[in-house]
């Protein structure tokens, strides 16, 4: 079997994903959800003029010429309103956020004005100042959340201020995990000799979550097909499967040739991808199933740029569009090779604001603290020509995942 271009795979694997369906949340369980359906606002904000300042409700006629006297008739405040109108020669004592009474349209700061025995004096005012009028943030039935919109602090906060208490949002995709191999054991084993520790899963888990999805642990497959089938059925009910390896051989891998009898529909299980050419994708019924490499630094690179599109796709949220951005290249690279090399790499920002990046010291797949240091992937294409120190080369940001 040729090796598949990364674009091609990463079509494949997204091909006929759709958004799931919604459910609906209470707006304090919303956090890093995503919405199913457009939000509208429910009233309009703010639902009177308000003043933006402590100061006086006056009318600018009367403080055009200055020193104005004026006299205090009552006062508004945020919940407790003047339920009077301002005539000529009056104002209203007023708080940040009461409602401006009828008849006054200008504001005069408490730092412009002094109240004594009943009358206020104004010293300095600009007429229309200082208000905050009704609808000026949104108006009652303005879309201002649209589907497929990721609910962070900002937009839950927008969300309550519509007035909603509840929202419908995508249901979260379900992904199970399962990693195979006898030499892998769990984290604070007691080590026999050859094994190592099962160190990928909760990378991936928690890649998962703040993708938004729900990550499920089936544990560790032994290297026997009864065990991987055994531990695969545990996880039917997840959307995709994704498997830590036992891939590395095409259809005679363990995963393949287990799987193949339940009714895996293999697509295809090598790739033009460096780290991560042996990466294995199909469906078994309804289930999507991702293979992915062994080594911890090839899955969880082969995870960002192929399980994060899927989970995104099944939640109706806008993939980062390719080409990755491009940023400033701190010091030279080589000619790439003919598989898509994906380089973890180290940050930097100048003072005019560019970003820098330069490739960790060593690219081995299997060393997952250079990878912990990294902010983002270098990516050089097939076969790309080599690249001085000062010119661009694109990324994938991970930003601290």
Request: net charge neutral; glycine share 10%; hydrophobic share 45%.
């Amino acid at each position: 079997m040729a090796l598949l271009s990364v674009a091609e795979a990463l079509t494949r694997v997204t091909h006929g994903l759709t958004p799931l369906e919604g459910e609906r949340v209470a707006l304090d369980a919303a956090s890093g959800r995503v919405l199913a359906e457009a939000l509208a606002a429910r009233l309009t904000q703010p639902p009177f003029d308000a003043s933006a300042m402590d100061g006086y409700a006056v009318r600018a006629e009367d403080v055009a010429s200055l020193p104005a006297t004026l006299r205090l008739i009552g006062s508004s405040l945020a919940g407790a309103g003047f339920k009077g109108r301002v005539g000529r020669g009056e104002a209203v004592r007023i708080f940040t956020g009461a409602p401006v009474p009828q008849g006054a349209d200008t504001i005069v700061i408490q730092e412009n004005a002094e109240e004594a025995h009943g009358v206020v004096t104004v010293k300095e005012a600009a007429p229309r100042r200082h208000i905050r009028p009704r609808g000026q943030d949104f108006r009652e039935g303005d879309v201002l959340l649209p589907a497929g919109t990721r609910l962070g602090p900002r937009e839950l906060m927008l969300a309550a201020a519509m007035n909603h208490a509840e929202l419908s949002v995508r249901r979260k995709p379900k992904v199970a995990i399962l990693a195979t191999g006898d030499e892998v054991v769990p984290p604070g084993s007691e080590l026999g000799k050859d094994q190592i520790v099962s160190s990928v899963p909760y990378g991936l888990a928690a890649l998962i979550v703040k993708a938004g999805g729900e990550a499920m642990s089936l544990g560790i497959a032994r290297d026997e097909p009864e065990s991987l089938v055994t531990l695969a059925r545990s996880g039917s009910a997840a959307d995709i499967l994704v498997t830590i390896g036992g891939a590395s051989v095409g259809e005679r891998d363990l995963v393949a040739s287990a799987l193949k009898p339940e009714g895996l529909e293999l697509d295809f299980w090598k790739i033009a991808m460096r780290p991560g050419k042996p990466l294995l994708y199909g469906r078994l019924g309804n289930q999507r199933v991702l293979g992915l490499p062994g080594n911890p630094v090839s899955a969880l690179v082969c995870a960002h740029v192929f399980l994060v599109p899927m989970l995104q796709s099944m939640l109706g949220v806008a993939a980062e569009a390719r080409p990755y951005p491009e940023v400033v290249l701190g010091e030279a690279l080589q000619a790439n090779g003919p598989r898509e090399h994906y380089m973890g790499g180290i940050s930097d920002w100048r003072e005019d604001g560019q970003r820098v990046v330069r490739p960790l010291p060593s690219q081995d797949s299997s060393l997952v603290a250079g990878l912990a240091r990294a902010d983002c992937l270098i990516v050089r294409a097939a076969d790309a020509p080599p690249l001085a120190r000062g010119e661009r080369v694109r990324i994938v940001p991970l930003d601290r995942d």
